[in-house]
């Protein structure tokens, strides 16, 4: 597919897209025409899909950062001249019910999922007003909006994300700045196939399957199509569009 150049001229940033959804979203957008920085922790993650989009004519650079760090964040976003999408990406999970997640867990989560969306916001949104305004784009998950078995803590973490981008929307509505999020349900990306191999060594495309069929459209999501909302939802088409939360499950929220 040929996508269109909506973000010609546009400056883009992309917490953890050097894997999974954050490198889907980062390829979409600089094939759209977007100048992506591509904001890693493991910064070598970051130049191999940096590559990749020089490789296909697009133009991006690697900023190292961890998004826990207010420190870290701080120097990160001074060292970036223009911004004008915000795409909070990076995060972590972990499988636990509130008796079997530990308070050290718990910190964990919330120093990445919940701190982190936060200096995202904290030092991206004076970037986007710097501008005239921008587009901010939040991964939540189906997670903060039902009850899904054994995911306290990453339940928890994801409401967070949905409850900032409501405040972000109403706070910024006046100063030509949007806030989304997207909800997905499972998505097959690099977290899955490394849960099933060390929680299910041999059975590994047995269990894919399981996994897959749970959904009622049986299968898993691809990190491409959550990228394909996102960039629609970071677009100028998607002007009228702020302090929305779009599911993305292949309809799981359907049978709750």
Not at 13 to 31: E, K, M, Q, Y
Not at 101 to 121: C, I, K, M, P
Request: charge should be neutral; glycine fraction near 10%.
């Amino acid at each position: 597919m040929i996508s269109p150049r909506r973000f010609t001229h546009k400056h883009a940033l992309v917490t953890g897209g050097g894997s999974g959804i954050g490198r889907a979203i980062a390829l979409r957008f600089a094939a759209e025409g977007a100048h992506v920085v591509i904001l890693e922790l493991q910064p070598e993650a970051g130049q191999v899909v940096a590559a990749e989009i020089a490789a296909a004519g697009g133009s991006a650079q690697v900023v190292a950062a961890d998004v826990s760090s207010t420190e870290s964040m701080q120097a990160a976003f001074a060292s970036i001249d223009a911004l004008d999408v915000l795409v909070n990406n990076a995060g972590i999970a972990h499988v636990g019910s509130v008796l079997t997640t530990s308070a050290a867990d718990l910190d964990r989560l919330y120093a990445v999922n919940v701190r982190g969306a936060y200096h995202t916001l904290h030092f991206g949104i004076p970037k986007l007003l710097a501008r005239g305004g921008g587009a901010i784009l939040n991964l939540a998950s189906i997670a903060s909006k039902v009850g899904l078995q054994d995911r306290f803590a990453y339940g928890m973490t994801k409401g967070a994300v949905l409850s900032m981008t409501l405040s972000v929307a109403r706070d910024f509505v006046d100063k030509n700045i949007r806030c989304n999020c997207v909800c997905p349900a499972r998505v097959h990306t690099p977290f899955v196939d490394g849960f099933l191999a060390k929680n299910y060594p041999g059975r590994e495309a047995e269990m894919f399957q399981k996994l897959s069929a749970s959904q009622p459209i049986g299968r898993m999501g691809e990190p491409h199509e959550v990228a394909a909302l996102a960039a629609f939802l970071c677009s100028a088409e998607a002007g009228f569009i702020t302090g929305s939360a779009y599911d993305i499950d292949g309809g799981v929220t359907l049978l709750r």
